[in-house]
């Protein structure tokens, strides 16, 4: 992070937008992520117009061209972030975010980098897509490297540098005992707000006190057993039936973003309820417990990844309405809450909190 004070300054809300304004100062306060924008990027020569990137662009450097002491931080006046919704405007499918309504701040985090990402791709003739026929011969490392050669051989950005890992998908089959495996890129890990099942153990998730974090990636990463309607047929001894699935980080990203899933949804996608659960929201987070078997072999390091919160998006309100902040690190170990137009010092990182929505953590 930044060895002083840097970005003090606020968005304006020019109608319902604070969702992009939460999701932005985030962004903005994400050292890979601001210092390639505000390095004066060269943007790959495509044939596709860059539209969106010198719109982020500006809003980043306004806000830190700002760059008051932490005492008059209040007194800077608040950038118009208009020419980042005008050219969302002319990037679908962006621009159902600029009719003014309310809208899901990580939905909107996730669709911003993937068309950054789009534009900002340095590969200009990807190649084709394979399809993939496990025949269970090839060692795991191996499909895992060769699987994300192909991925940033089609995908190459500052986005996918600093935002995309890897997850690895197994299938036991309870008949056989063979284990099929998939490995796909992540953006985020959308976490489910409780404890494992089998309980948690210290993380406060079993009883009246706040879920833990580390609760939900247990509960992220426990095993699911696939059975009734969600049998599936082995690929290796082609019977039908129940199967044991998990899932594992096997490659992780420069900055992880973890968003918990406080919104449910009903029947037929209709609108169900926020949960107000009170999160016990770590520092200091380590992926240690929750890595393939495999995961630091292949020169990858010698200890598990250890990450340092730096910034959270807060949802306030209800699934019909409602607020969103930013609480971020600005350097120097000062933080400070983004609330559209103010910003305002903290005594330190949200600790135990009932508004973490989107939690973003960079590597150490």
Not at 331 to 342: A, I, L, Q, S, V
Request: one cysteine or more; charged letters at 25%; aromatic letters at 8%.
């Amino acid at each position: 992070m930044y060895n002083t004070p840097r970005g003090l300054r606020g968005l304006q809300n020019l109608g319902n937008t604070c969702f992009l304004n939460s999701c932005v100062q985030c962004l903005a306060h994400a050292p890979p992520f601001s210092d390639y924008f505000l390095s004066e990027p060269a943007y790959p020569r495509r044939r596709k117009k860059t539209i969106l990137a010198p719109a982020m662009e500006a809003v980043v450097k306004a806000i830190h061209d700002a760059n008051p002491s932490v005492a008059s931080a209040r007194r800077v006046a608040a950038h118009n972030p208009r020419g980042l919704l005008r050219a969302m405007d002319d990037v679908p499918p962006l621009d159902l975010f600029t009719d003014r309504d309310q809208h899901d701040s990580q939905e909107f985090l996730r669709m911003l980098l993937e068309n950054l990402n789009d534009e900002l791709n340095v590969v200009e003739k990807p190649p084709p897509y394979r399809e993939e026929k496990d025949d269970f011969t090839e060692p795991e490392n191996v499909k895992a490297d060769r699987l994300w050669a192909q991925y940033v051989a089609r995908c190459d950005s500052v986005m996918t540098r600093t935002f995309a890992g890897q997850l690895r998908s197994s299938v036991e089959c309870h008949k056989c005992g063979t284990c099929s495996t998939s490995y796909d890129p992540f953006w985020d890990l959308s976490l489910p707000l409780r404890a494992s099942k089998k309980g948690s153990v210290g993380g406060g998730g079993g009883g009246a006190g706040p879920i833990g974090v580390i609760d939900c990636l247990r509960a992220f990463t426990e095993d699911e057993t696939l059975e009734g309607s969600d049998t599936r047929t082995c690929p290796k001894c082609k019977v039908k039936g129940s199967a044991t699935k998990r899932l594992r980080v096997k490659r992780w990203p420069r900055v992880l973003v973890i968003h918990l899933k406080r919104f449910t949804w009903g029947k037929s996608g209709r609108p169900g309820k926020k949960m107000d659960a009170a999160v016990d929201v770590p520092y200091d987070l380590s992926l240690g417990d929750f890595l393939a078997d495999d995961a630091l072999e292949g020169g990858r390091g010698l200890h598990p990844p250890k990450y340092k919160l730096f910034a959270v998006t807060n949802h306030m309100g209800s699934l019909g309405g409602g607020h969103y902040t930013a609480s971020c690190e600005v350097g120097g170990g000062k933080w400070f809450t983004f609330n559209d137009e103010n910003c305002s010092g903290e005594d330190g990182p949200p600790r135990v909190s009932k508004h973490a929505y989107v939690l973003f953590y960079a590597l150490q």
